[in-house]
């Protein structure tokens, strides 16, 4: 799963595929992706892993990072 979120982000949110990146870099604070880009990728993300993002859980500890999106995701999927 972290492989695919990496990938989506590297491509379609940064436009640079070559980019290195890894599941811990932070994706909010340095600025890697912008507001806009990640209200594109929790659509991509309720889309692709068939969960609905309560707007109360779009909070930067579930969407700082790679590892922070996949652990929200299974407590979604798990709920």
Same mark, same amino acid.
């Given at each position: 799963m972290k492989e695919e979120l990496? /990938? =989506?982000i590297k491509s379609e949110l940064i436009g640079d595929d070559t980019m290195e990146m890894n599941s811990e870099d +932070? %994706? %909010?604070? $340095?600025?890697?992706? +912008? $507001? %806009? /880009?990640i209200m594109r990728f929790i659509g991509h993300i309720e889309a692709t892993h068939e969960i609905k993002v309560a707007p109360q859980d779009m909070v930067i500890e579930n969407f700082i990072n790679v590892d922070?999106? /996949?652990? =929200?995701?299974?407590?979604?999927?798990?709920s």
């Open positions: 990496i /990938a =989506y +932070d %994706l %909010l604070t $340095s600025g890697l992706i +912008d $507001s %806009l /880009a922070a999106i /996949a652990d =929200y995701i299974q407590r979604t999927k798990n």
